[in-house]
């Protein structure tokens, strides 16, 4: 298998996922995706986080989503290895209730069915959607984030509006062809 920056395998009912380098909203777009087709049904998720070195609030956002959604299923997100500066960045935000984090030697098996193994990029609607829905957990989670990512909310709203009249725009003038 070729190293990427973000693996998501499953194996008898755990989500493990590795997380290198920065994870950002690029990260967060397919691990979004994933949540969304398992619906109410929600699984343990482990989170090999020794490689990641810093985190964006979108990417926090849907690690955000997951555990609220885990939380409500009586399931958990495991973040293993997370450095203390990844850790400090959860804190800040309010959401690292939302997480158990242990240190290990041995890291999330990767064996499994791989689910994801990319750090390609997604369209821009999948994207601008899954910055909205972000932060719209962090707030979710922790309502102090509300002042913090207003602004930001409310921009990625209206990307995500735009994006979906261009989308229409788009299939229609195809279609009409």
């Keep these: 298998m070729q190293e990427s920056d973000l693996v998501i ?3 008898a009912g755990v989500y493990a996922v590795r997380v290198s380098g920065r994870a ?3 990260y967060a777009v397919p691990i979004r995706e994933l949540i969304n087709t398992l619906g109410d049904r929600v699984e343990d998720f482990r ?9 964006d609030s979108t990417f926090m956002g849907v690690l955000s989503m997951i555990g609220l959604k885990a939380r409500r299923a009586g399931t958990r997100v495991e973040l293993v290895n997370a450095s203390d500066f990844v850790k400090k960045l959860l804190r800040d935000l309010g959401v690292n209730k939302l997480f158990a984090f ?7 098996s990767l064996d499994g069915e791989v689910v994801e193994s990319s750090g390609a990029p997604h369209d821009m609607l999948a994207a601008a959607e899954t910055v909205s ?3 719209e957990k962090l707030v979710e989670a922790d309502q102090s984030n509300a002042a ?12 995500v509006e735009r994006l979906r009249r261009e989308k229409e ?5 195809g279609g009409s062809k």
């Design 148 to 159: 913090r990512f207003g602004a930001v909310i409310e921009f990625a709203h209206r990307d």
């Design 102 to 108: 242990t240190d290990a030697e041995n890291t999330p």
């Design 47 to 55: 989170f090999d986080m020794s490689g990641c070195l810093a985190m």
């Design 133 to 135: 829905e972000a932060h």
């Design 9 to 11: 395998v499953h194996r």
């Design 169 to 173: 725009q788009d299939e229609d003038a």
């Design 24 to 26: 950002n909203f690029e």
